[in-house]
């Protein structure tokens, strides 16, 4: 973080309680509007009449925005502050999620997506670094806990949108008001961040840093992980719908214990963090999703899936919060350069799994291609501890 600071801005030694409940805010509304889009895979699908391959489209039209906007926003947060980007990248996801259903045509959805990807980002970015900030105030782990907050967003969110839809609530409705719930959310957080997170006066403009050295290592690894986190994401809830035959309520529950085990491993993440070694844990977390996705594809029974996409959440619950906060701290590159270009990196692996994966579904079955997922994550387990060497000794 040596070219980010606090500008002008007096931060007390001690931060305020309200400070990391703003940051732990933007974590769950983070995580509580993806989870709504995942929810409603399946809705999209029956309202715009389109198949696996055309889902994949979408899912890469979100992967292409959030790219886009992740090539900005070290710059723009830079410039503007944590606070202010937060909350704008923040508003115009929820603006997205508001229309995700009412769009005239499949085309328009896909301009949709990207701003919701877009905006998406730029939030993400954006409350990373707020945390990485709080995390260096601190002197001690808390990464893993706000991302907790994230993963308990989601979980929320889904069980929400499982319990709305066997309750017979439109869709459109259930939209819109988490759209409302969460530009209120996201407004008043804004108000409670740190007073600023910019570059110095007379600092040049941070750009975007292609990724090299350390910084492309952890961007790899964080790729291999974005490719397993984001396939259970958008595929978890089909694949119980389609495949394993279950009611959709049923299914929605897949992304909701995927969350809810994450959540919870996340909260004990950061006393995971400060006694084990970045790379144990990302080789032994990596190795429990890849055997946990196997149980799920092997058993084709829904409690069981249920019980193996939870696992899965475990495996993965520490792999962005450690490979995030390992970005923040490499010498030379500020916080918000280091986690964006990270956070590039596992966009592309975002961006082009998911499609992938949708891709061989429309060729062979979802079944077949889900286990592209459990080869992800054994090459994550592969190359984690090596990259976390290079880390420690930058």
């Known amino acids: 973080m040596s070219d980010v600071s606090l500008g002008a801005a007096t931060v007390p030694a001690a931060v305020k309680p309200i400070t990391h409940w703003a940051a732990r805010t933007l974590f769950f509304v983070a995580g509580f509007v993806f989870a709504t889009w995942g929810v409603h895979i399946p809705t999209i699908k029956t309202v715009y009449a389109v198949d696996e391959a055309a889902l994949g489209v979408a899912m890469l039209a979100v992967g292409v925005g959030a790219l886009l906007a992740l090539s900005q926003a ?18 115009v996801s929820v603006l997205a999620m508001a229309l995700l259903l009412s769009m005239p045509g499949f085309y328009g959805l896909l301009a949709l997506l990207v701003l919701f990807g877009s905006g998406g980002s730029l939030l993400d970015v954006a409350m990373n670094a707020e945390a990485s900030e709080l995390e260096r105030l ?14 308990l967003g989601g979980m929320a969110g889904a069980a929400l949108g499982s319990a709305l839809l066997h309750a017979g609530v439109a869709p459109v409705a259930h939209v819109m008001a988490v759209a409302l719930g969460s530009a209120l959310a996201l407004v008043w957080a804004r108000g409670c961040m740190l007073p600023s997170l910019r570059s110095e006066a007379g600092q040049p403009r941070e750009k975007f840093m292609v990724p090299r050295g350390v910084i492309l290592l952890l961007g790899c690894m964080a790729a291999l992980g974005f490719v397993v986190e984001g396939a259970v994401y958008d595929w978890s809830v089909l694949y119980l719908y389609k495949e394993v035959g279950s009611p959709q309520n049923v299914a929605a529950l897949a992304y909701a214990s995927f969350s809810a085990a994450m959540a919870l491993t996340r909260f004990g993440g950061d006393w995971l963090r400060a006694r084990f070694s970045g790379a144990w844990l990302l080789r032994g977390s990596a190795l429990l999703a890849a055997v946990a996705m196997a149980m799920v594809l092997l058993a ?21 919060p450690v490979l995030f906060s390992a970005a923040a701290q490499v010498p030379g590159v500020s916080a918000a350069q280091g986690i964006a270009s990270v956070a590039s990196m596992g966009y592309l692996g975002f961006m082009t799994g998911p499609p ?4 061989v579904a429309h060729a062979s079955s979802l079944t077949a291609a889900l286990y592209v997922v459990v080869g992800f994550a054994a090459l994550l387990a592969l190359g984690a501890p090596r990259a976390m060497r290079l880390a420690a000794a930058s």
Do not use: E
């Not at 601190?138 to 993963?151: I, L, V």
């Open 74 to 91: 070290g710059g723009l947060i830079g410039r503007f502050g944590a606070r202010a980007i937060a909350c704008w990248g923040g508003l």
């Open 138 to 151: 601190g002197a001690r782990p808390m990464m893993s806990g706000f991302h907790g907050m994230f993963s």
């Open 300 to 320: 084709g029974d829904a409690w069981v899936a249920l019980l193996g996409f939870a696992l899965v959440g475990v495996g993965l619950a520490n792999v962005v």
């Open 356 to 359: 992938m994966i949708g891709f």
